[in-house]
């Protein structure tokens, strides 16, 4: 099961080195205490020997050569970072270089109308798309145990958030590529369990921010410093 004293835990969150001192960026870096690229040598083997399996491989060859076409110019020197690409055009981008056709589109039904319109831009790239919504299938929330002071909308029937049948649905139609749109936190990770084809996300879920999660992080050492006193 591993050590379980959490000094030794990786942080690599934590780590105060700059990007050019760190050891997973320069050969001649350091590492601070906890450091995974010095440490844990046998399970770095096993991940590369999973790299070595020829259709994942291919599926992170073609990922990292998509990390670098998101950038301009990449031939001027000095290089400057340019961004010039997307998330949802590198999705279509990344799903041509893997030939992948078909789609699966699993949302919130809370925002259908920017489902609609991603499903719309997916089809302009030529993919076929199936799009299921969060709440598909009309499952009480009584079957898994919800009681009335627990729902939403409170003295009505309510119907539970539905990703394992979004996923064994998406898995039955036999889609290439799963997109999750804006499932709420614990319904997105039950997608990810049950979901057999690869799954990238397009947005998550932040009600208070307009799906930018990042906003509270933000502003969390000025106007939102709630967030770190909880």
Same mark, same amino acid.
């Not at 990007?19 to 995974?36: D, H, K, N, V």
């Not at 770095?44 to 990922?63: L, M, T």
């Not at 949302?107 to 499903?119: D, H, L, Q, T, Y």
């Given at each position: 099961?591993?050590?379980?004293?959490?000094?030794?835990?990786?942080?690599?969150?934590?780590?105060?080195?700059?990007?050019?001192?760190?050891?997973?960026?320069?050969?001649?870096?350091?590492?601070?205490?906890?450091?995974?690229?010095?440490? =844990?040598?046998?399970?770095?083997?096993?991940?590369?020997?999973?790299?070595?399996?020829? @259709? &994942?491989?291919? !599926? #992170? %060859?073609?990922?990292?050569?998509?990390?670098?076409?998101?950038?301009?110019?990449? =031939?001027?020197?000095p290089?400057?970072?340019?961004?010039?690409?997307?998330?949802?055009? @590198? &999705?279509?981008e !990344? #799903? %041509?270089?893997?030939?992948?056709e078909?789609?699966?589109?699993?949302?919130?039904?809370?925002?259908?109308?920017?489902?609609?319109?991603?499903?719309?831009?997916?089809?302009?790239?030529?993919?076929?798309?199936?799009?299921?919504?969060?709440?598909?299938?009309?499952?009480?929330?009584?079957?898994?145990?919800?009681?009335?002071?627990?729902?939403?909308f409170?003295?009505?029937?309510?119907s539970?958030?539905?990703?394992?049948?979004?996923?064994?649905?998406?898995?039955?139609?036999?889609?290439?590529l799963?997109?999750?749109?804006?499932?709420?936190?614990?319904?997105?990770?039950?997608?990810?369990?049950?979901?057999?084809?690869?799954?990238?996300?397009?947005?998550?879920?932040?009600?208070?921010?307009?799906?930018?999660?990042?906003?509270?992080?933000?502003?969390?050492?000025?106007?939102?410093?709630?967030?770190?006193?909880?």
């Amino acid at each position: 099961m591993g050590d379980k004293n959490e000094t030794s835990f990786p942080s690599c969150a934590a780590c105060r080195l700059r990007l050019e001192e760190r050891i997973c960026w320069s050969r001649g870096g350091s590492a601070p205490q906890g450091c995974p690229t010095v440490l =844990h040598r046998e399970i770095q083997k096993e991940a590369q020997r999973e790299y070595d399996v020829p @259709e &994942i491989n291919e !599926f #992170a %060859r073609q990922a990292s050569i998509q990390e670098a076409e998101a950038y301009a110019n990449r =031939h001027e020197r000095p290089y400057v970072l340019q961004p010039t690409k997307t998330r949802i055009i @590198e &999705i279509c981008e !990344f #799903a %041509r270089k893997l030939k992948y056709e078909r789609l699966g589109l699993a949302f919130c039904i809370g925002i259908s109308r920017e489902a609609r319109k991603v499903e719309e831009i997916f089809k302009a790239h030529d993919f076929q798309v199936v799009s299921v919504n969060c709440k598909a299938g009309r499952v009480p929330k009584e079957r898994i145990g919800i009681r009335e002071e627990e729902k939403v909308f409170q003295g009505t029937e309510e119907s539970i958030c539905n990703p394992i049948y979004q996923a064994l649905l998406l898995n039955y139609l036999k889609v290439d590529l799963n997109v999750a749109l804006g499932l709420c936190v614990g319904h997105d990770s039950l997608f990810f369990k049950y979901a057999e084809a690869p799954v990238t996300v397009l947005a998550v879920k932040d009600r208070v921010t307009g799906h930018n999660p990042l906003a509270a992080i933000y502003l969390a050492e000025t106007y939102y410093q709630k967030v770190k006193r909880p």
